[in-house]
């Protein structure tokens, strides 16, 4: 017991913990708990076992790789993809995991700008060769990892991260008390996606057991959280629609005490909604009491994960306090304005991050480097945030999907929480479409509830009763889904073709 605690301190205030040594450091810490249980294979690993698997994979890309190669990493979506990507790092080369939904064309750029020498697509590759017994060791501010941007507004660029940035930020949940607990989390998210893979690294490393879905299928994950009992969640606000919509709400998920989301804003009502379904605890004869607490984490590709969170405790609604995000320790916070110029508090302007998660570069691109990093390495991010007391920050939205409608700013993500606030709206997306008068105007693709009488026009007029008549949008038009990246995220680019050319400008706006 007291190596096993020793053991845990060591890794949570080390800092040479990489992404090539972790697992060996993961087995040496938490040996024959379980590490993964996989949905549809069944298979249950260890982490000793999920070790040797790893040491073998390692030794057969370092056979077919020499060090400091990039490898693509083009497996099917699931924890093998994830422990693919720790073998790619033991064998001192650096990990490039892909969606293999991707087009061919799509992982051909990857493999081209990173200059892979190996394109991984299945473990069977990599048989038949004895394990490496020991991984390298790099520094921690080595580049460990190249994860490529979702590309919505251009080709994917890969953001070369440190292995500082994606191990160095989860090493104090070593001492989470794993052996006291019985936790275990389900999750379905793309590896290939930041958020995915620190997700997998952040509970392997405090030694939650992951049960891993390699799709997400909405009726599927509510089933193992209600049979297995399970103890947290942890997905995407896409997910969480989806899982209402599934019946969520006439399920026993009593058993959650955590659910975790990221990758987009979270809407305040589904916070509620699914606090409510879980519990803080179960009490012998009792049964469930309270609710669960819902975390919420900011970040991007190119901070390695997270750099603020936000927390809504059980029983406490926080009012407008609900999207207040709060810097992880280690980060400092700027809030700019166009010139780079530090706004005053309540005010709005671009977010500027710095911290041990940013990236180095953007894989031999140094134009996009310049225009993402400052000189004295400060990441523009192009996120709008209010700035708050203390370091607070409340999100606005993205810079380049902020409308400029007739001199006005009008942010997507508060137009799309009034549309939200109507019964029958299961989802909005706000987009700025041209305006030879105004030069902008906002537009919605809603999705409805099925069945729901409202029209378009009676949402327009629920919009312009609590909004600005600047900021209500001046067309609906009804979707069955919504195009979505990989990562869950609303492909707005792609909406404004639905709206052709709306009706006069004289005729849009109403007063009222």
């Known amino acids: 017991m007291l190596g096993s605690i020793l053991g845990r301190i060591g890794l949570a205030v080390g ?12 087995v040496a810490l938490h040996g024959d708990r379980v590490m993964v249980s996989e949905h549809r294979s069944g298979r249950v690993l260890t982490y000793r076992a999920a070790g040797e698997v790893v040491a073998r994979w390692s030794a057969g890309v370092a056979r077919r790789t020499e060090p400091g190669d990039p490898v693509v990493v083009a497996m099917p979506n699931g924890y093998d993809q994830f422990l693919m990507c720790l073998a790619v790092a ?7 995991p892909v969606n293999d939904q991707m087009r061919p064309v799509e992982i051909e750029h990857v493999t081209i700008d990173a200059g892979a020498s190996l394109v991984i697509r299945s473990s069977r590759q990599l048989r038949g060769v004895a394990p490496v017994p020991d991984p390298p060791a790099p520094s921690p501010g080595d580049v460990g990892a190249l994860f ?9 660029k890969g953001a070369a991260l440190t292995h500082r940035a994606l191990v160095g930020a989860w090493a104090p949940a070593a001492l989470w008390p794993a052996p006291l607990r019985d936790d275990e989390v389900v999750a379905a998210l793309p590896v290939a996606h930041i958020m995915g893979f620190v997700v997998y690294l952040g509970l392997a490393v405090a030694g939650i057991r992951c049960y891993c879905l390699e799709q997400f299928k909405p009726v599927e994950v509510l089933e193992v959280l209600e049979a297995r009992r399970s103890t947290g969640f942890i997905g995407v606000p896409a997910m969480y629609r989806r899982l209402l919509e599934a019946g969520a709400a006439d399920r026993d998920l009593s058993s959650v005490r955590v659910w975790g989301s990221g990758a987009d804003a979270m809407p305040e009502d589904l916070v509620r909604e699914f606090k409510r379904f879980g519990a803080i605890a179960e009490l012998p004869i009792v049964g469930p009491i309270g609710e669960a607490s819902f975390v919420e984490g900011y970040g991007m590709v190119e901070v390695g994960g997270g750099v603020a969170v936000r927390v809504s405790p059980p029983s406490m609604p926080l009012g407008v306090l609900s999207n207040v995000a709060v810097k992880i320790p280690g980060y400092r916070f700027r809030v700019v304005d166009e010139r780079g110029r530090s706004v005053p508090m309540g005010a709005v302007g671009e977010l500027w991050v710095k911290g041990p998660g940013v990236l180095r570069e953007y894989w031999g691109d140094p134009d996009a480097t310049a225009d993402t990093l400052t000189p004295d390495g400060w990441l523009r991010t192009g996120d709008l945030v209010r700035r708050g007391p203390l370091g607070t920050i409340v999100f606005q939205g993205r810079r380049k999907q902020v409308i400029k409608s007739g001199g006005y700013s009008v942010y997507p993500l508060e137009v799309e929480a009034v549309l939200e606030e109507h019964p029958d709206v299961v989802e909005a ?13 906002p537009v919605a693709a809603v999705r409805f509830r099925p069945g729901s009488p409202t029209s378009p026009e009676e949402l327009l007029e629920h919009a312009r009763a609590r909004l600005s008549r600047y900021k209500a949008p001046r067309r609906v038009v009804p979707v069955d889904e ?10 707005k680019d792609r909406l404004v073709d639905l709206f052709g050319e709306l009706p006069p400008h004289d005729e849009l706006v109403q007063d009222g």
């Open 482 to 491: 919504l195009p979505r990246t990989g990562s869950g995220k609303v492909q």
């Open 90 to 96: 033991r064998a001192g080369r650096l990990p490039a």
């Open 15 to 26: 800092r040479q913990a990489t992404l090539a040594t972790i697992m060996d450091d993961l």
């Open 429 to 441: 997306s706000v987009v700025g479409v041209p305006d030879d008068v105004l030069g902008e105007v």
């Open 148 to 156: 490529y941007t979702s590309g919505t507004t251009g080709s994917p």
